[in-house]
């Protein structure tokens, strides 16, 4: 759970989460909301049993900053029971999913199977306590791995890597292919659904990058042009525009980020209103891909 450190609280807590509800809401948008297991209840619980990982670029213990006692009130950059609350009650319905419990790395080595089966059953688990359905996991670093396993715990559906007009063998190359998609306000790709080991695979077709860093020199403008070419050619063409990001990257050079979803997400529910295309969770689209794959 690193990824989740004391900095990332006040992005996460008093911007990310609730504004981007408020936008949601106020769209009529539904969404899926990919949370970390162990940050979804107040406090972290026993993980004693849970088997450790060994990474290189983290050797320690896997909950060694993680607070063993105390709350959320204590530690709401840790935990964050109160916000899976606020989504659950949102209107309209956002779909709750997972991104693991514990966010480890599920492709990189050091990681195990045992830990895999670890981390897919807790959020199995947690999802009973909510009383959710486990439908939809993303992976940390969208580093996929150990689909038998996640498809043995119940899930039905995970998100895929990025699809990219060009992919290089080199991921460096790829990447840097994004970028430049980025800056210079490219068309993004549509996807389709795919089955992969038995789960219902569902790749990306643009992370909307947070405006830190060398990243805050993407024109906003240009930012908002590549989400309404996916938009159009939604409209035009038919397919899926599977757009996703982080809530607390809205937080970097704010407001900027969050004008360019602000405006996406008023244009998107005016296109659903108008009947033009249809905004699905994840789990939809999977349920819709599962029974069109019954059929045939």
Not at 41 to 69: N, Q
Not at 250 to 264: D, S
Not at 268 to 290: H, I, K, P, W, Y
């Amino acid at each position: 759970m690193p990824a989740l450190k004391t900095k990332r609280a006040e992005p996460t807590v008093d911007v990310g989460v609730p504004n981007l509800l408020k936008h949601l809401t106020r769209c009529s948008i539904s969404a899926s909301w990919a949370i970390v297991g162990g940050m979804m209840r107040s406090s972290l619980g026993d993980v004693t049993r849970l088997p450790e990982v060994r990474y290189l670029h983290f050797p320690k213990p896997w909950f060694d900053y993680v607070p063993k006692t105390g709350d959320e009130a204590a530690h709401p950059e840790w935990f964050g029971a109160s916000l899976v609350e606020m989504i659950r009650n949102a209107r309209p319905h956002q779909e709750v999913g997972f991104h693991s419990f514990s966010h480890v790395i599920f492709g990189w080595p050091g990681m195990t199977r045992e830990r895999a089966i670890a981390e897919f059953h807790s959020c199995a688990q947690i999802a009973q306590e909510f009383g959710l359905p486990t439908m939809c996991f993303v992976f940390p670093r969208n580093s996929v791995a150990f689909l038998d396993e996640l498809r043995d715990a119940g899930f039905t559906c995970f998100r895929d890597v990025d699809r990219t007009p060009i992919r290089f063998s080199s991921r460096r190359l790829t990447s840097v292919a994004a970028v430049l998609a980025d800056f210079v306000g490219s068309t993004p790709p549509m996807v389709d659904p795919s089955l992969k080991g038995g789960i219902v695979s569902i790749p990306g077709s643009m992370m909307v990058r947070y405006a830190a860093g060398w990243r805050k020199y993407i024109p906003d403008a240009n930012r908002l042009r590549r989400l309404r070419k996916g938009l159009e050619r939604v409209r035009r063409g038919g397919g899926i525009f599977h757009v996703w990001f982080h809530p607390e990257n809205l937080y970097a050079e704010w407001p900027r980020l969050e004008n360019v979803v602000a405006r996406f997400l008023e244009e998107l529910g005016a296109m659903v209103r108008n009947r033009d295309v249809r905004c699905l969770t994840m789990g939809q689209v999977a349920s819709e891909f599962q029974m069109k794959t019954a059929d045939n």
